[in-house]
């Protein structure tokens, strides 16, 4: 699990220009996806060879601007609950205002790392606009442009120093870690405990990894599972976080140690907006994933009932058109059985090899029942195929031309494997390597 970094701060001192800054270029390769929510608040990040989950905590403000200073105290609330380190970061043309000195008083008694940031400073021939800043009683700040990079690097050099290194999952790669996401109240108690009432089951309960939450490890006909409830997400009432979008962060904490994620669906209400972020974190970071939705029992059936919403969500959640959906209802039991057997087969889709000879076989079919479009007048030619990896599934393809493939073609391509190879419920990974010449 990766340690999370949150900058924090008032509105339009800089703060997603940082996250850019330290974000681009060392940014963790995301998939391409059209569909995948762009208003990105994180970025899972490489520097210096450690690997954290960066937080920009300006993407959580609402729009109201009559509410600035709850903003503000919110935002400090989630840094103190998740993060590991808090990049404090202030204006340095604007100078010391009240609303700093409020935020800091609230980091100052945090029990973890806080970097105090006089932000804008361009060169050493500004740093003088730092020493107001020294008001706020603090032993140390770091002068930086953003913008320009001006002292990143010393900043970023002493947050090395004091990251938490990341922790891994439990290595047990005969047990499949399942992430149980969404929103409260959708039903993700009832369906734990309903899974876990099934016979033949041995249960064992262990602190997990993330804050509150309890992972439940059990066996079914001799596999074994561990259930990762986002326990944290159904508490954060307790600092008074009303946006939903809080949530994001224990989600994020929590898709980063599962292999298969369950994301919940209330059938009374369909897809929001929170539900689509959260998948399309999980289509992000390369899990399994089933759609699941609760409280069938409630809703009125036609002949076609099921179809018709299955069709709706895929419509709303289209980066996840290859997840399956369940109906089920964690109350009365209905059809909750099958989710397990999604669950095995999910699992097993995403560590799934595909043998050179036989890919390569199906590749030249694809190839050249639709060629790929001319690029610039010159032709794209396809050569070879090969998989890197799996979890998920990643291919390599060998071409002249790698700027020349159209995100349709690789669509396309994609939409082949899937006909092909099946790899139900996980996304797939194609990367494009320009062919050496000899």
Same mark, same amino acid.
């Given at each position: 699990?990766?340690?999370?970094?949150?900058?924090?701060?008032?509105?339009?001192?800089?703060?997603?220009?940082?996250?850019?800054?330290?974000?681009?270029?060392?940014?963790?390769?995301?998939?391409?996806?059209?569909?995948?929510?762009?208003?990105?608040?994180?970025?899972?990040?490489?520097?210096?060879?450690?690997?954290?989950?960066?937080?920009?905590?300006?993407?959580?403000?609402?729009?109201?601007?009559?509410?600035?200073?709850?903003?503000?105290?919110?935002?400090?609330?989630?840094?103190?609950?998740?993060?590991?380190?808090?990049?404090?970061?202030?204006?340095?043309?604007?100078?010391?205002?009240?609303?700093?000195?409020?935020?800091?008083?609230?980091?100052?008694?945090?029990?973890?790392?806080?970097?105090?940031?006089?932000?804008?400073?361009?060169?050493?021939?500004?740093?003088? +606009?730092?020493?107001?800043?020294?008001?706020?009683?603090?032993?140390?700040?770091?002068?930086?442009?953003?913008?320009?990079?001006?002292?990143?690097?010393?900043?970023?050099?002493?947050?090395?120093?004091?990251?938490?290194?990341?922790?891994?999952?439990?290595?047990?790669?005969?047990?499949?870690?399942?992430?149980?996401?969404?929103?409260?109240?959708?039903?993700?108690?009832?369906?734990?405990?309903?899974?876990?009432?099934?016979?033949?089951?041995?249960?064992?309960?262990?602190?997990?990894?993330?804050?509150?939450?309890?992972?439940?490890?059990?066996?079914?006909?001799?596999?074994?599972?561990?259930?990762?409830?986002?326990?944290?997400?159904?508490?954060?009432?307790?600092?008074?976080?009303?946006?939903? +979008?809080?949530?994001?962060?224990?989600?994020?904490?929590?898709?980063?140690?599962?292999?298969?994620?369950?994301?919940?669906?209330?059938?009374?209400?369909?897809?929001?907006?929170?539900?689509?972020?959260?998948?399309?974190?999980?289509?992000?970071?390369?899990?399994?994933?089933?759609?699941?939705?609760?409280?069938?029992?409630?809703?009125?059936?036609?002949?076609?009932?099921?179809?018709?919403?299955? +069709?709706?969500?895929?419509?709303?959640?289209?980066?996840?058109?290859?997840?399956?959906?369940?109906?089920?209802?964690?109350?009365?039991?209905?059809?909750?059985?099958?989710?397990?057997?999604?669950?095995?087969?999910?699992?097993?889709?995403?560590?799934?090899?595909?043998?050179?000879?036989?890919?390569?076989?199906?590749?030249?079919?694809?190839?050249?029942?639709?060629?790929?479009?001319?690029?610039?007048?010159?032709?794209? +030619?396809?050569?070879?195929?090969?998989?890197?990896?799996?979890?998920?599934?990643?291919?390599?393809?060998?071409?002249?031309?790698?700027?020349?493939?159209?995100?349709?073609?690789?669509?396309?391509?994609?939409?082949?494997?899937?006909?092909?190879?099946?790899?139900?419920?996980?996304?797939?990974?194609?990367?494009?390597?320009?062919?050496?010449?000899?």
């Amino acid at each position: 699990m990766k340690s999370i970094v949150a900058i924090v701060g008032r509105p339009n001192v800089g703060k997603s220009t940082l996250f850019n800054r330290i974000a681009g270029g060392k940014k963790a390769i995301v998939y391409n996806e059209p569909g995948v929510t762009r208003d990105r608040n994180y970025a899972d990040v490489i520097w210096e060879r450690s690997f954290f989950t960066l937080i920009d905590t300006g993407g959580f403000e609402p729009v109201s601007k009559d509410r600035i200073f709850v903003q503000m105290r919110e935002q400090c609330q989630l840094a103190m609950e998740e993060a590991d380190v808090v990049l404090f970061v202030m204006d340095g043309k604007e100078g010391l205002t009240p609303s700093d000195k409020e935020i800091a008083d609230i980091l100052r008694r945090l029990n973890k790392p806080v970097f105090y940031i006089v932000n804008k400073i361009d060169g050493p021939q500004k740093e003088e +606009k730092v020493f107001e800043f020294y008001e706020l009683g603090v032993g140390h700040l770091f002068s930086i442009s953003a913008e320009h990079g001006y002292g990143l690097n010393e900043l970023m050099d002493e947050v090395m120093g004091v990251l938490p290194q990341a922790i891994g999952a439990e290595k047990d790669e005969d047990t499949t870690r399942v992430a149980m996401l969404g929103r409260p109240n959708v039903g993700k108690s009832s369906l734990i405990n309903r899974i876990l009432g099934y016979k033949r089951v041995i249960v064992d309960e262990a602190p997990g990894t993330t804050r509150d939450a309890i992972d439940t490890r059990f066996e079914r006909d001799g596999k074994r599972y561990t259930l990762i409830d986002t326990a944290g997400i159904r508490r954060k009432s307790r600092i008074s976080l009303r946006l939903e +979008k809080y949530s994001i962060v224990e989600a994020l904490r929590t898709i980063d140690r599962c292999d298969v994620a369950l994301l919940l669906l209330d059938s009374k209400e369909g897809v929001t907006d929170q539900d689509a972020r959260i998948g399309g974190f999980i289509h992000e970071k390369g899990k399994g994933c089933i759609l699941v939705v609760n409280k069938w029992d409630l809703v009125e059936k036609e002949s076609q009932t099921m179809v018709k919403y299955e +069709k709706k969500i895929y419509e709303e959640l289209k980066y996840l058109s290859y997840a399956p959906v369940l109906f089920i209802s964690a109350l009365t039991g209905q059809r909750v059985k099958k989710v397990l057997d999604a669950i095995d087969r999910v699992a097993e889709e995403a560590k799934k090899r595909i043998p050179t000879s036989p890919l390569n076989k199906a590749f030249e079919r694809w190839v050249k029942k639709f060629p790929p479009p001319t690029y610039r007048t010159r032709q794209v +030619k396809m050569n070879y195929i090969t998989q890197v990896s799996v979890a998920p599934p990643t291919f390599l393809i060998y071409t002249n031309i790698t700027e020349g493939i159209h995100f349709s073609y690789e669509r396309y391509l994609l939409n082949q494997m899937r006909e092909a190879f099946d790899f139900a419920g996980v996304p797939i990974r194609l990367q494009f390597r320009k062919k050496r010449k000899g």
